[in-house]
């Protein structure tokens, strides 16, 4: 007598087992599985992608088939139906749209947690704004929102009467950020449509006005927030932050190839963390090892755009609301963050010129 087959639910496990090409993220969590039959012909998956890359189709279908084939012992199809990409109103045409008013938009990510991510992206948008540039910050990090905490930030956006969230203006920024919306303790767990939900509401439904740049605070790793960015946004370009710690640079390559799939330029690889100086003598010691992070950019064909130090004054400006770059505009420390925005600025102006022909 044959092995029963695999109930829906039990394949469904299975399925989590499908990372979606370029991201962490399993097409279960992404909410791609529609459906799932089995009869005594074979099983039927039904699949919802908003993907328009035929080989990324290609490769999640290769899987589920090789998987529930692997699990059921019957034949299997597999259904994908093309959706739309979540949007403001019915009716947005696909593919990535521009941010009214917003002429460039750069992400600051990282492969995983913990390596000073939004401290670099809050630094980069204050030393943008100290180059005479129009700026906005959105911190798409929904689960653990740092943006507030590092401008100083403690009232909620106006929401004007036809529900159009007005940012909140500080250091000669424009910022928004999850956390403006909620108490300092509320715990942020959330599904994934949500999440999506939201970040599309920061891009379409916030009064950004006239900027140069907008900076998005990516949350780490990849996921949601992340793809949401890729489906939506035309990306001017993508910012990977790290440490000098071997493991850290694993995440490098996973941070570039994020970025690769969704066609957004890597603008570099910044080193966090890279050395301390000693705040009695000045004196420089690399505890962590050093050159990893621009040997990694070197060996992957991106620019390398510095070093930063691990020093506590970033870090306390940081906890106490005034980022060291608005603090001491003029101070050593400050410098890397200023060499930072003036390499973003240049790459980004001439990809937009036609210039760069990498």
Known sequence: MPPPSPTPQELLERLKEVKYPGFSRDIVSFGLVKDIQVGAGGVTVELATTSAKEDVVDEIR??????????????VRVEVERT???????GTPRGRQPIPGVRHVVAVASGKGGVGKSTVAVNLACALVARGLRVGLLDADVYGPSVPTMLGLDTPPEV????RIVPVEKFGLRAISMGLFLGERTPVIWRG????????EFFRNVEWGEL???????PPGTGDAQLTVAQQV????????????????????????MFQQVDAPVLGVVENMSYH?????????????HGGGEAMARALGVPFLGEIALVPAIRRQSDAGVPIVVAEPTGALARPFHDLAGAVDAQVTERAAGVHTH
């Open 62 to 75: 290769r899987q589920v088939e090789a998987i529930v084939g692997t699990a059921s012992g019957l034949p």
């Open 84 to 90: 739309q990409p979540p949007g403001p109103t019915p």
């Open 160 to 163: 004007r009467p036809d529900r």
């Open 193 to 200: 449509p949500m999440v999506t939900k939201l970040v599309t």
């Open 212 to 218: 140069d740049y907008l900076i998005l605070d990516l």
């Open 234 to 257: 035309a990306l001017a370009g993508g910012v990977i932050v790290t440490t000098p710690q071997d493991v850290a640079l694993l995440d490098v390559k996973r941070g570039i190839t």
């Open 277 to 289: 100086v000693c705040s009695g003598c000045g004196h420089r010691a690399e505890i962590f090892g």
